[in-house]
Antibody
Framework: QVQLQESGPGLVEPSETLSLTCTVS????????WSWIRQPPGKGLEWIGY???????NHNPSLTSRLIISLDTSRNQFSLKLSSVTAADTAVYFC?????????WGQGTLVTVSA | EIVMTQSPATLSVSPGERTTLSCRAS??????LAWYQHKPGQAPRFLMS???TRATGIPARFSGSGSGTEFTLTITSLQSEDFAVYYC?????????FGQGTKVDIK
């Protein structure tokens, strides 16, 4: 069955860009929608955005000015770039298959924004 | 955006018991509601959508109900593997939003 794995730096400095990649195994990325969701410590889940295999995207309006989601079909990966980060962007970041109903998730990766 | 409120924050339940989790939306989401189960260090697990349609492989002891603004997730005869945090999510309006979660722990 399809599996997803997030990867990227666990520590990002304030004002820098947070970059994460999700590697999809056991299935092709050239179908479905692919999503990013995050969970700040002690808080609930927040939808970040999605990308369709066609390349179309949709972002949470609260993040759209800082956000880029992209797809690399040759590597079966999709990526997240969030610019100008602050401590409020510290969270566990999940990648998932599907939008608006993610039916398969990665385990998540903690990203801390700190100097 | 639509605010989802789950109650209670924590439920202490004995194995074998039945339990009901509540989820309320700040405005109607029709039946566009999903539930997820999350255990520490694991990937969240999709349980159901359409408020009551179980995902593939989800045991029948999990059932959902409701529409509009009030929803419930019922777990009959709790098993050891069911102790986890449960989240509801509306997908009626963009962006999809989640509740804060209900933790079901062992009594």
């Amino acid at each position: 069955q399809v599996q997803l794995q997030e990867s990227g730096p666990g520590l990002v400095e304030p004002s820098e860009t947070l970059s994460l990649t999700c590697t999809v195994s056991g299935g092709s990325i050239s179908t479905y929608y692919w999503s990013w969701i995050r969970q700040p410590p002690g808080k609930g889940l927040e939808w970040i955005g999605y990308i369709h295999y066609s390349g179309s995207t949709n972002h949470n309006p609260s993040l759209t000015s800082r956000l880029i989601i992209s797809l690399d079909t040759s590597r079966n990966q999709f990526s997240l770039k969030l610019s100008s980060v602050t401590a409020a962007d510290t969270a566990v970041y999940f990648c998932a298959r599907g939008s608006p109903i993610p039916d398969t998730w990665g385990q998540g990766t903690l990203v801390t924004v700190s100097a | 955006e639509i605010v989802m409120t789950q109650s209670p924050a924590t439920l202490s339940v004995s194995p074998g018991e039945r339990t009901t989790l509540s989820c309320r939306a700040s405005q109607s989401v029709d039946s566009n509601l999903a539930w997820y189960q999350h255990k520490p260090g694991q990937a969240p697990r999709f349980l159901m959508s359409g408020a009551s349609t179980r995902a593939t492989g989800i045991p029948a002891r999990f059932s959902g109900s409701g529409s509009g603004t009030e929803f419930t997730l019922t777990i009959t005869s709790l098993q050891s593997e069911d102790f986890a945090v449960y989240y509801c999510q509306q997908y009626n309006k963009w962006p999809p939003t989640f509740g804060q979660g209900t933790k079901v722990d062992i009594k």
